[in-house]
Nanobody, 114 residues
């Protein structure tokens, strides 16, 4: 099973930006869809964004549309989540996932606070 390791989280002020990275232990090219999920304290886990193998199709949660951008580099086995105009309600643990293999990383904490 492919292992996923997220990085790039941290503390940022409202309106700030962060770039999350997800590095896979093996090739991600064979997996069509890769996604980012998040879970805030006391809330259910939610899908934030997903991307297909070629990068042609991307889907976003309504709450992040226009602010977040998902991308993938199959040659580097890495998926990214660019997060701009961050809001306090974006505070959560962010997970990289490969739905087809039920693979989840351990997550990276993002805290948006002044």
């Amino acid at each position: 099973q492919v292992q996923l390791v997220e990085s790039g989280g941290g503390l940022v002020q409202p309106g700030g930006s962060l770039i999350l990275s997800c590095r896979a232990s093996g090739s991600i090219f064979s997996f069509n869809v890769i996604a980012w999920h998040r879970q805030a304290p006391g809330k259910e886990r939610e899908l934030v964004a997903s991307i297909t193998r070629s990068g042609t199709l991307k889907n976003y949660a309504d709450s992040v549309k226009g602010r977040f951008t998902i991308a993938r580099d199959n040659a580097k086995n890495t998926v990214y989540l660019q997060m701009n105009s961050l809001k306090p309600e974006d505070t959560a643990v962010y997970y990289c996932t490969i739905p087809a293999s039920s693979s989840w990383g351990k997550g990276t904490q993002v805290t948006v606070s002044s």
